[in-house]
C-alpha cells in the first residue's frame, strides 16, 4: 500500500534510505503507540520517523486501515459512512493489537486505543520489550480546521461546520461502541484515555516540530538507539 512522500510502496516489502552525512541516526528499540485524533498529524509524523529510523513496512501499523480492510474481507463490502462498526472486527483487530504489543520487534503502532491496550499488556507483564505510548492532542478548533482543509481537496462542498457535526458525531458513536466492547474503557477524551505520561500538545507546532519533538520523547524514554554508522542500514538485516 503506497503511502504519503513514497515511503512504502505495494511492490515492495522494505525500504531503506540513505541520509544526510551529518544528521544522526538512530534505532529503534521499543514498540511504539501514537494515539491521538484527526487533525494531529499522526500519519506525516509516523512518516517522518520511518525515514529517521529507517523502518520497514511491517514495523509501520496503522489500526484504521487495519479495520477497513478487515471489515470488507469480513463483509465483501466497504465501508461507507463515518461511523459504521463492526463488532466482530474490533475484537479481531484488538486481538491483532495486543499479539504486536507482546511481539518482540520495535515497531510503531498508530491506534486511537494504543495507549490504552498497551497499558493492559504492561500490567500483564506479557511485553518483550518496553512500550512507549505518546499521546497527540490539540485545540478542537484548530484540528477541526486542519481535517477541513484536508477533507476539502476532496469533496470542496464540504462546510467547515458540517465536518465539526461529523466529527463530534463520530465521537460520540466510536466512544459508545468502545464501551460496549471494553466495558472498563474509562473516560471519553484520548488524552486522558490512553493514561500516557507522554503526552504532546501540537496546536502550535507544524508537522517538522512535531516530528522532532515526539523524536526528542522516544530519545528521552530510552526507545532510541544511535548507531554509529556514517549512513543508516536498514534494520531488516
Do not use: C
Request: aromatic share 8%; hydrophobic share 35%; no cysteine.
Amino acid at each position: 500500500m503506497a503511502k504519503e512522500n513514497g515511503i512504502f510502496s505495494s511492490n515492495s516489502s522494505e525500504f531503506k534510505i540513505d541520509k544526510k552525512e551529518n544528521e544522526p541516526q538512530f534505532s529503534l528499540k521499543h514498540i511504539v503507540t501514537l494515539s491521538g485524533e484527526a487533525g494531529t498529524g499522526k500519519s506525516f509524523i509516523i512518516n517522518g520517523l520511518a525515514i529517521k529510523y529507517g523502518l520497514n513496512v511491517d514495523q509501520i501499523v496503522q489500526i484504521g486501515e487495519m479495520f477497513r480492510d478487515l471489515a470488507y474481507k469480513t463483509t465483501g463490502k466497504k465501508m461507507e459512512g463515518f461511523f459504521e462498526r463492526l463488532p466482530e472486527v474490533d475484537h479481531k483487530v484488538d486481538a491483532l493489537q495486543i499479539s504486536l504489543l507482546k511481539d518482540s520487534r520495535p515497531r510503531i503502532i498508530d491506534s486511537r486505543l494504543g495507549g490504552w491496550l498497551a497499558q493492559q499488556v504492561k500490567q500483564s507483564q506479557e511485553n518483550l520489550l518496553p512500550i512507549t505510548s505518546i499521546v497527540l492532542f490539540g485545540q478542537k478548533d484548530v484540528l477541526e480546521k486542519r481535517v477541513h482543509r484536508r477533507d476539502s481537496k476532496i469533496n470542496p462542498d464540504l462546510t467547515l461546520e458540517e465536518l465539526r457535526l461529523q466529527t463530534e458525531e463520530r465521537r460520540k458513536l466510536d466512544f459508545e461502541h468502545w464501551r460496549k466492547i471494553h466495558n472498563t474503557l474509562p473516560i471519553t477524551y484520548l488524552h486522558k484515555l490512553n493514561q500516557s505520561p507522554f503526552v504532546v500538545d501540537v496546536t502550535l507546532m507544524d508537522k517538522e516540530a512535531a516530528i522532532s519533538t515526539v523524536h526528542e520523547l522516544l530519545l528521552k524514554n530510552g526507545a532510541l538507539e544511535k548507531l554509529p554508522n556514517k549512513y543508516f542500514i536498514s534494520q531488516d538485516r
